[in-house]
């Protein structure tokens, strides 16, 4: 094997085994709509030039795990398979001195303590422009680009 490969197949080994360790996953989707069903967590969703649509997800604490990805009939379903119920959902905020706002989520589902929204699950959906989405169920936060 040259030196070359040898360095390539370290760093690939390298990167999944940082993805296995902190609940990181990337996958490369072809559908053109998104649906995410029963998600609690945040959602950043960006136009790319990319023809699929590129899904990053990150397992925040890992109080959940991630979800199921599925691409049917040009859907690519983000979901799980319980329904989820919220039993409370708080936002709080307060503006700093340099004007910047600072907002606190928190979640509470059934049978769980309240966490920070920073403890669920996010995910970074690049999408093509013209992507359809589709949500139902669960808790999000995000923005679209």
């Known amino acids: 094997m040259k030196p070359m490969q040898k360095i390539k197949q370290y760093t690939l ?8 360790i902190t609940g990181a996953q990337a996958e ?14 945040r959602v950043q969703i960006v ?19 991630l979800p199921q990805v599925r691409v049917e009939d040009g859907v690519a379903r983000i979901f799980y398979d319980k329904r989820v119920k919220v039993r409370e959902c708080n936002e709080s905020g307060r503006a700093t001195d340099t004007g910047k706002w600072l907002k606190r989520v928190s979640i ?22 013209g992507t359809g989405l589709i949500t139902n169920g669960g808790v999000i936060f995000g923005t679209a680009e």
């Open 28 to 41: 490369t989707l072809n559908a053109n709509t998104v649906e995410l069903e029963n998600f609690v967590g």
């Open 13 to 20: 080994a390298s990167v999944l085994a940082v993805l296995s």
């Open 108 to 129: 509470k589902l059934k049978g769980g303590a309240k966490r920070k929204l920073s403890a669920y699950p996010s995910l970074r959906i690049e999408v093509p422009a």
């Open 47 to 65: 136009t790319s030039n990319r023809a699929n649509i590129q899904l990053d997800m990150d397992a925040g604490t890992g109080i959940r795990d």
